[in-house]
């Protein structure tokens, strides 16, 4: 919850003028205009107004203006920004490692009410968290390597200097978008915060629901059969292919549910969104965790069937789930950004769309070093977080 109310902090906009006061015949705009976290996919581009000798001339593009005299001028840029965008990777972490935890939290949650406390209780056997997490971090530092050795061969094959284009990326200065005609940083800060808030829905309730499920499904013939059968809807209709029929039935057939960049209140087009990811993923992750739980008659001599169940049964299958959210995690994000571009929802995807569609190289570049990072350390925090909570691990 946390990290979703900061996604909502992020993607909070105002209205700002940015002035540049000079003298000379060509009135050339602040220099670090480009910098702001512009909220381009939603309000549009900045607009630029020039004051000099009384008179204001309003631009449409942000440029130099060649005065017709020489004399005293203001350049003013304004527009909407996200001045809280910086937050949006904060609070995608926060979603991913509070799912985790919740998740476990959940199934402990059912085995105290029905087992009591003395039940639940895990117990160390050996390993070190220490040694587990620099094997997980030397793993995620060789992924790193091999996406910026790509990111270097498109530089050099574009005629930059891989050396500074690399420094670059390390600093976090990926420099200006050809098409947007600003900071590649700040448009994918300003998208990724509206990824984040879908994502975060979208991955919270369908990790949670299907805790829920596959507990009471160890109980309901019914609800694990009916599970059983949505895997296939999550086959078949991918989200993209899911999207493409909630806005024909939501929207163009009954009007229910606005469509398109939000204008006014975003909860209404947060809804096509969540549901087209939501809906087939919950039927594949109930099933994966379900595929984690032996075929077995659930009894053993001597213990009482509930113990089974929900203390080794569901306690194992819950540890071995935990690495699983992580892959769901990834691919529910890569399923986000087509879904991004069909609804026109002003996140990562849409932006990624726009730049391969205008040939701007560099936000694609950026954009592919951004996800690679989020996928490289999501599987980091997940196995940091499966360390601490599998009881085979020392602290």
Same mark, same amino acid.
């Given at each position: 919850?946390?990290?979703?109310?900061?996604?909502?902090?992020?993607?909070?906009?105002?209205?700002?003028?940015?002035?540049?006061?000079?003298?000379?015949?060509?009135?050339?705009?602040?220099?670090?205009?480009?910098?702001?976290?512009? $909220?381009?996919?939603?309000?549009?581009?900045?607009?630029?107004?020039?004051? %000099?000798?009384?008179?204001?001339?309003?631009?449409?593009?942000?440029?130099?203006?060649?005065?017709?005299?020489?004399? %005293?001028?203001?350049?003013?840029?304004?527009?909407?920004?996200?001045?809280?965008?910086?937050?949006?990777?904060?609070?995608?972490?926060?979603?991913?490692?509070?799912?985790?935890?919740?998740?476990?939290?959940?199934?402990?949650?059912?085995?105290?009410?029905?087992?009591?406390? *003395?039940?639940?209780?895990?117990? $160390?056997?050996?390993?070190?968290?220490?040694?587990?997490? &620099?094997?997980?971090?030397?793993?995620?530092?060789?992924?790193?390597?091999?996406?910026?050795?790509?990111?270097?061969?498109?530089?050099?094959?574009?005629?930059?200097?891989?050396?500074?284009?690399?420094?670059?990326?390390?600093?976090?200065?990926?420099?200006?978008?050809?098409?947007?005609?600003?900071?590649?940083?700040?448009?994918?800060?300003?998208?990724?915060?509206?990824?984040?808030?879908?994502?975060?829905?979208?991955?919270? &309730?369908?990790?949670?629901?299907?805790?829920?499920?596959?507990?009471?499904?160890?109980?309901?013939?019914?609800?694990?059969?009916?599970?059983?059968?949505?895997?296939?809807?999550?086959?078949?209709?991918?989200?993209?292919?899911?999207?493409?029929?909630?806005?024909?039935?939501?929207?163009?057939?009954?009007?229910?549910?606005?469509?398109?960049?939000?204008?006014?209140?975003?909860?209404?087009?947060?809804?096509?969104?969540?549901?087209?990811?939501?809906?087939?993923?919950?039927?594949?992750?109930?099933?994966?965790?379900?595929?984690?739980?032996?075929?077995?008659?659930?009894?053993?001599?001597?213990?009482?069937?509930?113990?089974?169940?929900?203390?080794?049964?569901?306690?194992?299958?819950?540890?071995?789930?935990?690495?699983?959210?992580?892959?769901?995690?990834?691919?529910?994000?890569?399923?986000?950004?087509?879904?991004?571009?069909?609804?026109?929802?002003?996140?990562?995807?849409?932006?990624?769309?726009?730049?391969?569609?205008?040939? *701007?190289?560099?936000?694609?570049?950026?954009?592919?070093?951004?996800?690679?990072?989020?996928?490289?350390?999501?599987?980091?925090?997940?196995?940091?977080?499966?360390?601490?909570?599998?009881?085979?691990?020392?602290?």
């Amino acid at each position: 919850m946390l990290g979703i109310l900061i996604s909502v902090i992020a993607i909070q906009q105002k209205y700002v003028e940015v002035y540049n006061f000079g003298y000379g015949n060509v009135a050339i705009p602040p220099n670090d205009w480009q910098e702001y976290y512009w $909220a381009i996919l939603v309000k549009g581009y900045p607009n630029a107004t020039v004051f %000099y000798n009384g008179k204001f001339v309003n631009l449409q593009n942000v440029c130099n203006y060649t005065l017709p005299v020489t004399s %005293y001028y203001t350049y003013v840029v304004k527009g909407y920004e996200e001045p809280y965008a910086f937050l949006s990777p904060i609070s995608m972490f926060l979603i991913l490692t509070g799912t985790l935890i919740g998740f476990k939290g959940t199934t402990l949650f059912f085995q105290e009410r029905i087992l009591g406390k *003395d039940l639940v209780k895990g117990y $160390a056997v050996g390993g070190s968290l220490t040694r587990y997490a &620099l094997k997980r971090l030397s793993s995620s530092l060789v992924s790193l390597v091999l996406v910026f050795v790509v990111i270097i061969i498109l530089e050099y094959l574009h005629g930059r200097n891989p050396y500074y284009a690399l420094l670059e990326f390390l600093e976090f200065n990926a420099g200006v978008s050809s098409y947007f005609k600003v900071s590649i940083t700040s448009l994918i800060l300003t998208t990724l915060s509206y990824t984040t808030l879908l994502l975060g829905i979208s991955f919270s &309730l369908t990790v949670y629901l299907s805790a829920f499920l596959v507990i009471y499904g160890l109980q309901s013939p019914l609800i694990s059969k009916i599970m059983d059968k949505w895997k296939y809807i999550g086959s078949a209709l991918a989200s993209w292919v899911f999207a493409m029929i909630i806005i024909y039935l939501l929207h163009f057939f009954t009007g229910l549910l606005p469509y398109g960049t939000p204008k006014g209140d975003i909860l209404s087009y947060l809804v096509m969104p969540v549901i087209s990811l939501f809906f087939p993923f919950i039927g594949i992750f109930v099933n994966r965790m379900l595929t984690a739980i032996p075929k077995t008659s659930f009894s053993i001599k001597g213990l009482d069937r509930k113990i089974v169940i929900y203390r080794h049964v569901l306690g194992n299958a819950t540890v071995v789930m935990l690495s699983s959210i992580s892959s769901a995690f990834v691919e529910m994000l890569l399923a986000e950004m087509l879904v991004e571009g069909i609804f026109q929802w002003p996140g990562f995807g849409l932006l990624l769309k726009y730049a391969v569609f205008n040939g *701007d190289y560099k936000v694609v570049e950026g954009s592919m070093l951004i996800y690679s990072t989020l996928t490289v350390l999501s599987n980091f925090v997940t196995d940091l977080v499966y360390g601490v909570l599998d009881p085979r691990v020392t602290r």
